[in-house]
């Protein structure tokens, strides 16, 4: 019997070198996994100059720099470099923390192209995020260093429960700070995210408002600052193509080498990802039972198998699946069609009564990590 | 920014950057987190863009590479439609 014959890939695109777990916030909405403070073994800068030539080979183009706060390696400007001279255009996603006039000056002469700066919470009040002046300074001069170095602006904030009412004044100042392009990316409910989503669910008039007010901006702003609106996929009653399709663009590089097809693919159970200390990025890009698994259509089961739209979403993403139906081959059960969508439009319909007592906010810190990832008596 | 003109000397805009890449056997245009794949007649179009020649140079080179004239309108009308997205830029 033959076996069906997977299609032959394309590049991966997009490299998301994820330098390090370590990082200076706590932000209650990381999509870093909950484990992240049993993972200390992190790559040596020689590692990551061969991953940059193997992926710069297989003709990945785009580079995301990324964390924890990638700052935190002090062997990125010699990163940053390698990347340059392969032809990479990089991308250094940062929460500003540890960005100074020097270190901004090193990194545009090592060829960095481009800095997108984070708004998180710096507190461990959310409810001070907007008002809480050390942050604002601190986001204000990053601002200001990333325009004097020429850098296209780009900011990113990540929207939640706790602050999307405030989107008017979070668009405002992304709009003073002289930002090109910002983008407000709801909240996508994995890893801490999950952990916390009770406290992080809006509800669909928040949303609804915070839409509104989003167009509102753009009509007022024009081709000033573009604004991309990220919808969350639990309040749509459809799947998105995670990830632009498993191993078809994206391929992730974690901390200690694990090579992903996204970031948060280690939670799926019974499957193994290749580490670049013992595999090719080649070998893991096209031959890892990890990277093959779920590529294309041909291991969905119903209702996806025969859906009209399977084509399109590719069934939607396998780690929430896992999270929400516990079946990794599942549909995502943000789609309207999965059998599990009542759980979903349960955790919306949760959103929208009042809080009495609400859980506290687990923070992302190491011990929390620990204590969450704690093996089962 | 005021439409293209024979005078007019584009270049490639901020944060933009043209190359080829092997692996896709094309011109990309790369951009933040981004990447506009190039059909031929763009790519050609774009690596003269280095803010040096002006469009009627550009015009002339290409009627002279792919042995045709009347290359400008359609030239032009790309220039203008690459300047909205900022691909381009010029004074």
Request: with cysteine; proline share 5%; net charge negative.
């Given at each position: 019997m033959n076996a069906p014959v997977a299609h032959r890939p394309g590049p991966p695109l997009w490299l998301l070198a994820e330098l390090t777990y370590r990082c200076p916030l706590h932000c209650v909405f990381c999509y870093n996994p909950v484990d992240f403070a049993r993972q200390e073994d992190e790559l040596s800068t020689d590692?990551?100059?061969?991953?940059?030539?193997?992926?710069?080979?297989l003709g990945a183009v785009q580079l995301g720099l990324s964390g924890g706060e990638p700052l935190l390696r002090d062997d990125l400007e010699i990163i940053v470099a390698e990347a340059r001279r392969l032809g990479y255009y990089s991308n250094l996603l940062t929460s500003g923390v540890g960005l100074t006039a020097a270190r901004a000056a090193t990194l545009k002469e090592a060829g960095l192209d481009h800095v997108q700066l984070s708004f998180q919470d710096s507190t461990r009040e959310m409810n001070d995020f907007l008002s809480h002046t050390k942050t604002f300074e601190l986001k204000n001069k990053v601002a200001k260093l990333i325009k004097d170095q020429g850098w296209p602006m780009v900011m990113n904030v990540v929207i939640h429960r706790l602050n999307i009412d405030h989107i008017d004044?979070?668009?405002?100042?992304a709009h003073e700070m002289g930002a090109e392009y910002l983008e407000l990316a709801n909240t996508q409910y994995y890893s801490w995210a999950y952990v916390n989503r009770e406290q992080l669910l809006p509800t669909h008039e928040q949303l609804r408002h915070a839409e509104a007010v989003t167009d509102a901006w753009r009509a007022k702003l024009g081709d000033a600052m573009r604004l991309f609106f990220v919808a969350p996929d639990y309040h749509e009653g459809?799947?998105?193509?995670?990830?632009?399709g498993w191993g078809s663009t994206f391929m992730t590089i974690?901390?200690?080498?694990?090579?992903l097809p996204c970031h948060t693919a280690r939670m799926l159970p019974g499957l193994s990802f290749p580490n670049v200390r013992e595999t090719s990025l080649r070998a893991a890009w096209f031959d890892s039972e990890g990277f093959n698994r779920y590529r294309g259509t041909g291991w969905m089961k119903?209702?996806?198998?025969?859906?009209?739209?399977?084509?399109?979403?590719?069934?939607?993403?396998r780690c929430q699946a896992y999270m929400l139906a516990h079946d990794a081959e599942a549909a995502d059960p943000v789609?309207?069609?999965?059998?599990?969508?009542?759980?979903?439009q349960a955790a919306v319909a949760e959103a929208a009564r009042p809080k009495v007592a609400e859980h506290p906010l687990v923070f992302r810190d190491p011990v929390n990590s620990r204590r969450l990832s704690e093996p089962s008596a | 920014m005021n439409p293209p003109t024979p005078g007019t000397v584009p270049r490639i805009g901020a944060g933009f950057r043209l190359q080829w890449e092997p692996a896709q056997?094309?011109?990309?245009?790369?951009?933040?987190?981004?990447?506009?794949?190039?059909?031929?007649s763009a790519g050609e179009i774009l690596k003269r863009c280095d803010g040096q020649r002006?469009?009627?140079a550009i015009v002339a080179e290409l009627e002279a590479a792919f042995s045709t004239t009347g290359l400008e309108p359609d030239v032009l009308a790309f220039l203008k439609m690459a300047g909205q997205q900022r691909w381009l830029a010029w004074a």
């Open positions: 590692d990551w100059l061969r991953v940059l030539r193997e992926g710069r080979e004044r979070i668009i405002g100042m459809k799947a998105k193509r995670c990830v632009n974690a901390p200690d080498g694990g090579v119903e209702p996806c198998a025969s859906c009209a739209h399977k084509e399109e979403d590719l069934g939607g993403c789609c309207r069609f999965s059998p599990q969508h009542a759980l979903v | 056997d094309c011109h990309v245009l790369l951009y933040p987190e981004g990447m506009v794949k190039l059909n031929g002006d469009v009627a």
